[in-house]
């Protein structure tokens, strides 16, 4: 069956460090994997996009990687801050285009 | 700039009971929507999107439906709720074609009593 996993329910770092979060997918065939913020009781906001043929995307202090053959993507926060505590999702496109999103992972950022 | 309005933020209703959850976009024009719900702990579920006026595609039958009256309004309805109805609501848009990001609203929180 087709899933999509992060690596945990929750993920606790101290601040400053690299915060590293897991997507890993099975029966899937991607083209492109998106990377979304979610603050509690809020809708997801778009981060990152990655397509198949990128190994690796960045923008500020976010870093994706995508590999098609692992079947996984990492998102790295580096530097990071309280006010990066939040949910990250992970979302690939499915087979009829429309877009899957994981379950998440609840990151929190202690100062 | 786009923005998208969804309401209300919060909904208690009783079982049995219609539904009408209503979300707009502005700035900008044809483009896709989309109803999600989500559980807690778990992903975000499809339930119905549209690529156009009165063009609606079902992702999980159910006792909800969709419409789309307008080109920029996406309205979704219960005749009578059902306690597995509780849950958080959201809609998004995006640009048509694929790889476009999509643009979420804040959602509504529904309780089902």
Sequence with gaps: SQKIEQNSEALNIQEGKTATLTCNYTNYSPAYLQWYRQDPGRGPVFLLLIRENEKEK???RLKVTF???LKQSLFHITASQPADSATYLCALDGPLNDMRFGAG???TVKP | SQTIHQWPATLVQPVGSPLSLECTVEGTSNPNLYWYRQAAGRGLQLLFY????GQISSEVPQNLSASRPQDR???LSSKKLLLSDSGFYLCAWSHT???QPQHFGDGTRL???
Excluded: A
Aim: glycine share 10%.
């Design chain 1, 58 to 60: 960045r923008k500020e």
């Design chain 2, 50 to 53: 549209s690529v156009g006026i």
């Design chain 2, 111 to 113: 309780s089902i009593l």
């Design chain 1, 105 to 107: 992972t609840r990151l």
């Design chain 1, 67 to 69: 590999d098609t053959t």
């Design chain 2, 97 to 99: 074609g694929i790889n």
């Design chain 2, 73 to 75: 309004q996406f309205i």
